[in-house]
């Protein structure tokens, strides 16, 4: 994350796609995945904002535009 490398792995948009599944079962099961909701939702800005196709670590470029913040390597 700190070295900006987001080259896919497993794209964010797949993993999206996984977890709008998880929490329809969470919706259907009536239980609370609370940490599952809020990782949905960032997957979901970062397919909104158009990053679905970096790897899952760029989920750091969501929490950068909510903090208004860039993340870089600690010396």
Do not use: C, W
């Amino acid at each position: 994350m700190v070295n900006r490398d987001f080259e896919p792995g497993f794209r964010g948009s797949l993993h999206y796609k996984d977890l709008r599944i998880a929490v329809a079962m969470e919706q259907e099961y009536e239980v609370a995945l609370a940490v599952t909701a809020l990782v949905h939702e960032m997957f979901e800005r970062m397919e909104l904002s158009g990053r679905g196709d970096l790897d899952h670590t760029g989920l750091v470029t969501v929490i950068e535009d909510m903090s208004q913040i860039r993340v870089k390597r600690f010396e």
